[in-house]
Nanobody, 125 residues
Framework: QVQLVESGGGSVQAGGSLRLSCAASGYTFSNYHMGWFRQAPGKEREFVAAISRSGVLDYYSNSVKGRFTISRDNAKNTMYLQMNSLRPDDTAVYYC??????????????????WGQGTQVTVSS
């Protein structure tokens, strides 16, 4: 049974930092590209960051580039998102996803096979 469990969300003031984790089980973690997405109330789920199976390649949305860092530890079956210089418009539920596509890292949530339940991030001004 595939499970992705996010943790590390919370409430912070603008300029603060949070580190999200995504613990995976029930499948071969290192065979899947991984991604972080977020969804604010009334908005569609949007791409935040993605990382290749090996962790060598990473991708970021323009809105988080330079502030967020995605990483993974295949030995621990865990992915991370270090979020610095948080802004109120980063407020959303953050989801991790697993993409089993053989070629390339996808940036669309439509291409992801498994999802976690999400963790709330709230940034106040």
């Amino acid at each position: 049974q595939v499970q992705l469990v996010e943790s590390g969300g919370g409430s912070v003031q603008a300029g603060g930092s949070l580190r999200l984790s995504c613990a995976a089980s029930g499948y071969t973690f290192s065979n899947y590209h991984m991604g972080w997405f977020r969804q604010a109330p009334g908005k569609e789920r949007e791409f935040v960051a993605a990382i290749s199976r090996s962790g060598v390649l990473d991708y970021y949305s323009n809105s988080v580039k330079g502030r967020f860092t995605i990483s993974r530890d295949n030995a621990k079956n865990t992915m991370y998102l270090q979020m610095n210089s948080l802004r109120p418009d980063d407020t959303a539920v953050y989801y991790c996803g697993a993409d089993g596509t053989e070629f390339g890292v996808h940036l669309s949530p439509m291409d992801y096979d498994y999802w976690g339940q999400g963790t709330q991030v709230t940034v106040s001004s």
